[in-house]
């Protein structure tokens, strides 16, 4: 049985701001913009080539506008796509490489964080970073490379709590024996 995640929604706290900001500058198509009651818009916006969107809206969520943190889309450039933003003013990080993939960050005027990856490997939509091996056994990344992942792609998470690499790496080890 196939189950395929289609909506995500992401709190903001100017709709009509948020929505120019994902279709002008961004480029995600405009699916969607129904007001369905005085106190519920729904907008959905999709990225180009992609099966999942987002909504945004009022009535829609409890969540504190900006919170979302690690959202990800993957392209096949991450360089040439920071240009593209960048070109339509969007604030974005320098490119990052990582032994998984090249990445690059940006939020929208909420401060709701999303990571543009153009991964190692890419299979059916989906990235994934094939293991590297040393001597023919599986390496894993370091707890230097996580930790500057994490701190790149969820700032203010990672900045504001301290991450026990050991804890990860133990739990990696022990899901792939």
Not at 94 to 114: H, K, L, Q, R
Request: charged share 20%; net charge negative; hydrophobic share 45%.
């Amino acid at each position: 049985m196939d189950i395929k995640l289609e909506l995500v929604t992401l709190p903001v706290s100017d709709v009509d701001r948020a929505k120019a900001f994902y279709v002008d500058q961004v480029g995600f198509n405009a699916d969607h913009d129904h007001r369905v009651s005085d106190e519920i818009r729904f907008v959905q916006l999709t990225p180009p080539g992609s099966a999942c969107s987002i909504a945004i809206g009022t009535g829609l969520t409890d969540a504190e506008p900006g919170s979302v943190k690690g959202m990800q889309v993957v392209v096949d450039s991450a360089a040439e796509v920071r240009d593209a933003l960048r070109a339509k003013g969007v604030e974005t990080s320098d490119v990052m490489e990582f032994p998984w993939g090249t990445f690059i960050y940006f939020s929208d005027p909420d401060g709701n964080a999303w990571a543009v990856a153009a991964a190692v490997h890419v299979r059916a939509g989906m990235a994934m970073a094939p293991s590297p091996s040393v001597n023919g056994a599986a390496a894993s990344p370091s707890a230097a490379s996580i930790s500057a992942f994490v701190a790149a792609s969820m700032p203010r998470v990672a900045s504001a709590k301290r991450i026990d690499m050991s804890l990860v790496l133990a739990h990696q080890s022990s899901t792939e024996a």
